[in-house]
């Protein structure tokens, strides 16, 4: 995927997320990091190992336990002038901060008129499958794509995850990045030293194929290929594109792949109601309907709060369940 | 530079009729500030009368007016210097105008017009209308100024209502905790909409609660312009040129303060609300014997700064600049549709532009008139 | 509509409101109304007027400012046994409570297996249209729509709004009612004095046709029957209904309708992008994909923050532009 | 009832080696009770043991360790009468213990079956994680058992970290308000996983923050069980029974109560973490020689109420409770998928229905095997 001449890294993801931020931190000084356990603890990913020794106190900085705070102090550092990175411990606790990030950093530019801004990036673990307690397994990206304003990002190769991150932090309006932590350490990549940009708004097309397109993002995406793979032994061709910014979508790599196929599957950890496959299917058949051959299959997590992890394999979409969805689009 | 003051004591100088209160020192403000003193508080109370007008004449939306607390905001606001910043809620169009925005654009914002929230060069942020929010922005403004080593002190406003909030919590705590250069200004006016003060906190004093952020409370009579102004000073000085935490203090803060300033709005919550459903014109009656305008106005003519002459000048100057601000604001032509696209990120989306253009074929297709009624 | 034989009142939606607590209030001693200005005020739009005197400080209380408070202790008493009807003054000030409505109000019955719940109906004006300040418009029932665990209603006639309040008031789990403010004193209409309940789950149709269905709800009902009288002057016979309740969503009555006609216009004020358009859309075309004729046109709000009032009638959904897509959809 | 402790003067009863301090009063406590004391910390003790290392054998999940904090848990929880509730957070499992629930609940909480959390007929809310939530749980309740009549007291856990969101705030503010039976229990264990008690608020202490709700804050050893219990009857007390608020109160309420409860946290946040990665031995060490239950013993053996056998039968008995908690745990069958749909809402709705049976298909096409590897 890289085509750099640079030298490279083997990363993680986390590990990318690490030296992504490491790289946005030299280039530019007005970068700090803050949030609950980021500095000394390095993060409870460890995603910000290092940063407070390398960069001190003042740019990596641990924060009272309050996730408001955290976001609305950041909006009021952007809008001085410099371009916060705060951590939300899980995004299942980002919630008592969403009132900044809906009322406020979302929203600071168009009121004010452009006079004020909010470079901020909102980092977060995020989506389910680490047996991990209550509220640390939520998938709400669709609360946040459904707020103008907001950029939403989730990342699934470690190349993409340092290159997506630093388009975000250089980007001027404020983004929220959510990181698949079932995939953290899921398996390396190779990732340049060198800080490069992946383009906000631009979907990857992780498999080609002929017969059919799945759309995903994040921790889905393996699965997603591995469906992909076992259905071809089937003869079955399918697509899978990689979302990777939710908001905003690149419609036309949906538009262009399902032109192509007529088919697709949807798939997503949040719950079905409500959850971003419905805004892909509606998006689809405005744009593509005449060349639809078969209803858009939705693989998603159930209407149900997440469960805790006795259960919680039951609630995750995975390759067999996506497969199934694959095989059954396919013959409809 | 910390005093420490018992948050139970209030700060006064003037007396009701507008006479030094015995063993008060009065303010160091040279006499041509004190005189814009006087007509920025002159302009603010007109400037209310005029926009509650135009609200009902339809001219204007909503309005949430001042009248009565115009000494909290214009001797707060003249307590700064350049380089310092304001974190308004949606009441303090006084400390903004001090601060150097223009009125015209105070009325085009509350005339649904979002280029009246971008104030020119002034270190003013935009309105904010969700309460308590602004207090972390100005937190984390003077956070960020204090980490790039600017020497500014940040002050933020909110209501009595505003120290309910989790964002009030947050925002002093870390103030506290990063001992930040901010001043957090509370207007408390002795209610939010219908709910009185008592009805917030059981806590004695607001004040005290900034205890709980390990600095100082204070309390002052926010009616009396010369003591705002004096604990404002006080307030900016510490923040800049803090020293060591006292013995007697109640944490490692050494930089933020807490201000209460007890004062009462005259009028209507805005222009939507009806006060005469929760409080007696009796209790209205009690607080205008405090209003700020007559009293610096006994003041400065008992010091012979101002006199009939001036009185009247002030008057017509405040007259004339608050018509032609509502001129400026009636003049300015309706902002494009296409504004509201425009402003959303940096640049459009292809999202947006597909969402501009439909737009513009709507309006061509069938017209503004028929589209908008 | 009404068939009751009791004696009815002509009254407004916000009067139905008030009549809805009030006979709800009479039925059962432990509801009770909490809020910012609820009590003697009587609420900013005057929904709770006179039940502070009718019933006492200790059942209709002004709290004070804070949402999450309002909606966190609610939560206690509800599962105390109390059913506490919490207002939130307006829906855009309901973010500061959206973790304790998500994380706690949704998810008490599942986590604690049906030993604690929580029958408790957060009541918030919602919508645009009525120049009012910034963050007094939105229109963000998607993000509710999205949670497990909560129901959401949006009443758009007075006879409805007094028996579905009625119903979410009885009803053992937590919902979130959004009132079309918009509309409370737009029209009256004959309701009766005796309590009553509109069941929670049902749409309503609201006009009958064969050429296209249209779905929407709340305050957008209105244009929506006046584009669809207007198109029937031309011939165009559109299908209107008003879904009533947002989740658990009527599908039934969507696919039915869509099976009849073919064609399907969404209209909602909430911005198109991840609205619940896409949701409606991705139903339909799951269970009718067969029967449908044309693209499912989405008639929304933009995906803008909701603009101050000089530029807000341009924003909102209104007849013409829902005609000119029943049009479009009819032709296409 | 009230008693107006300066929130800087920590209550003491036990010295580091279980005598009395100086001054000091014994709380009024019978033999029995004391050996139930000494029994359930040490009971905690082994179960925080046990669960630990079942957590590392991947018998169970993340689990969050206890030890250190015995004291504070067992002597607050065991201060309260019959109708009394807890509002625990994540990390109360002692607590909850005395109040009915039964280990093998608190195991199947954490190896991830949502059962674990119905805690029968005993009065203690669900776990609670998202931090400081149960705040105002625990005040709403107090509030409806207060309207209703009830006379109960209403104890509320949590976190030094906890003080720092702003539901801590709100919860208070509404405590004091309402003047509900409201006891708040801040198990100050010196850390917020990485985070120390300085970096959550520059405050003096953390009980100084009840002034900011009009309401008294007491500071307690909180590796002192009998201190913990002294503190926490008055709060209860006090709760059900309040005088008026006294002149040097801090506000207006007279029922809730902050205790601030220092102590320590021997062991990780939880098992996912490391503490030396951010803190000393050495200060743990230090901490160490507090421990709560040494003190105890050294306390009831000097009075004659323990001796070698007694607490070696103790120890036995212990050791089986807790294997048969984790025995009762382990052989409970897993939760059915079906559960997952089941408690959503009172009922089952039409797409819950569906999806159930959704799930159904694939296992019976796939197999569980297949669907969950
Ligand atoms: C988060 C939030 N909740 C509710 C409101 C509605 N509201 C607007 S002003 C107000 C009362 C504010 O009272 P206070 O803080 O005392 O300020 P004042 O208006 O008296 O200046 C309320 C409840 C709001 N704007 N924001
Ligand atoms: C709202 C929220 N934010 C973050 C977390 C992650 N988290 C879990 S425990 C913890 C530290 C809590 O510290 P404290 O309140 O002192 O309690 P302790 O764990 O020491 O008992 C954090 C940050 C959470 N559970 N909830
Ligand atoms: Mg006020
Ligand atoms: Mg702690």
Redesign the interface.
């Known amino acids: 995927m890289s085509t750099q001449e640079s030298n490279t890294q083997n990363l993680t993801l986390v590990q990318a997320v690490r030296d992504g931020l490491k790289s946005e931190m030299e280039r530019d000084d007005d970068v ?1 990091v803050l949030g ?2 980021v ?4 993060g ?1 990913f460890r995603a910000t190992e290092g940063l407070y020794d390398a960069f001190g106190g ?1 740019r990596v900085i ?8 955290i ?12 371009r916060p990175v705060p951590e939300m411990q899980f995004s ?2 980002m ?2 901060a ?3 990030l ?3 950093a ?12 909010c470079p901020m990036v909102v980092r977060a673990p995020y989506g389910g499958g680490i ?6 397994s939520e998938s ?1 990206e ?2 946040y ?2 707020e ?2 907001l ?1 939403v990002v989730v990342p699934s190769t470690p190349y993409d995850t340092k290159g997506l991150l630093a388009a975000a932090i250089r ?3 404020p983004v929220v990045f959510l990181e698949p932590k079932l995939i953290y350490r899921a398996f390396r990549e190779d990732v340049p030293e060198e800080p490069y940009t992946v383009e906000l ?1 631009e979907a990857a097309v992780r498999r080609e194929g002929e017969d059919l397109s799945v759309f995903t993002w994040g921790a889905m995406t393996r699965p997603t290929l591995e469906a992909a793979e076992s259905a071809a032994e089937d003869g079955i061709d399918a697509e899978v594109i990689d979302l990777r910014t939710l ?3 690149d ?2 790599a949906i538009v262009e792949s399902f032109k192509k196929t007529g088919r697709a599957v949807v798939v997503h950890e ?14 689809i ?3 593509a ?1 005449y060349y ?1 051959e ?5 693989v998603t997590g ?4 997440y ?9 995750m979409p ?1 390759d ?2 996506i497969e ?1 969805a694959i095989r059954e689009t396919y013959g409809a | 530079m910390s005093t420490h003051r018992d948050p139970r004591d209030r700060v006064q100088v003037l007396d009701e009729d507008g006479g030094v209160r015995e063993g008060a020192t009065v303010p160091d403000i040279d006499e041509d500030s004190l005189t814009e003193m006087y007509r920025e508080m002159r302009l603010a109370r007109h400037f209310d009368r005029r926009a509650v007008s135009l609200q009902r004449q339809g001219r204007m939306g909503t309005y949430p007016p001042l009248s009565g607390q115009e000494a909290a905001q214009v001797g707060s606001a003249m307590a700064l210097a350049d380089e310092d910043w304001i974190f308004p809620s949606y009441r303090e169009h006084a400390a903004a105008h001090v601060r150097g925005v223009g009125l015209d654009s105070t009325l085009r914002y509350w005339m649904g017009d ?2 009246g ?3 020119d060069d002034a270190n003013v ?2 309105v ?1 209308v ?1 309460i308590a ?1 602004q ?11 204090d ?2 080593g600017d020497d500014a002190a940040f002050l933020c406003y909110f209501g009595d209502g505003a120290t309910s909030e ?2 009030f919590h ?2 002093l ?2 103030a506290g ?1 990063f001992d930040v250069p901010a001043v957090f200004f509370c207007n408390n006016n002795q209610w939010a909409i219908s709910v009185p003060r008592e009805r917030q906190s059981a806590s004695a004093t607001l004040a005290q609660k900034a205890h709980a952020y390990g600095f100082e409370g204070v309390l002052v009579d926010g009616m009396d312009p010369l003591a705002v102004y004096q604990v404002t000073s006080d307030a900016v000085s510490k923040a800049k040129d803090p020293g060591p935490a006292g013995d007697d203090a109640p944490g490692r803060a050494t930089r933020p303060t807490l201000i209460e300033a007890i004062q009462y709005r005259f009028g209507a919550h805005t222009t939507a609300d009806d006060p005469s459903v929760y409080r007696d014109d009796d209790e209205v009656e009690r607080w205008k014997r405090k209003d700020p305008i007559p009293r610096l106005e006994a003041y400065l003519r008992e010091r012979g700064i101002l006199d009939d002459e001036s009185v009247d000048a002030i008057g017509e100057s405040v007259e004339s600049e608050v018509a032609s601000a509502i001129d400026a604001a009636e003049r300015t032509e309706r902002p494009a549709p296409a ?1 509201m696209f425009d ?4 640049e459009r ?3 947006l532009d597909e969402q501009a253009a439909h737009l513009e074929r709507l309006r061509e297709r069938y017209g503004d008139e028929e589209l908008l009624e």
Chains 1, 3 share one sequence.
Do not use: C
């Open positions: 700090i609950e356990d500095g000394k603890n390095g409870v003042d641990d924060t009272p336990l309050a996730e408001s705070g976001i609305g102090t950041s909006i009021g550092m952007a809008a001085y002038g410099l299942g606790f919630y008592p969403f009132d900044q809906v009322s406020h979302a929203r600071l530019r168009t009121r004010s008129r452009g006079r004020f801004t047996r991990a307690p209550e509220h640390h709400k669709a609360i794509t459904h103008a304003g950029k980007d001027p309006d708004g908001s905003p979508m419609t036309d949040a719950p079905k109601t409500g959850g971003l496959a419905g805004e892909i299917t509606a998006t058949q405005t744009e309907l639809q078969a209803p858009i299959a939705r159930f209407d149900v709060p469960p805790l992890y006795a259960l919680e394999d039951y609630y995975e067999t369940r199934d | 979002e280029r929230n971008d104030p942020f935009p904010a969700p929010t207090i972390l922005h100005a937190t984390g403004a003077a956070w960020a100024a980490l790039t989790g964002d947050e925002g705590n870390f905790v504004e402003h959303v990120h940096a989306t292809e999202r």
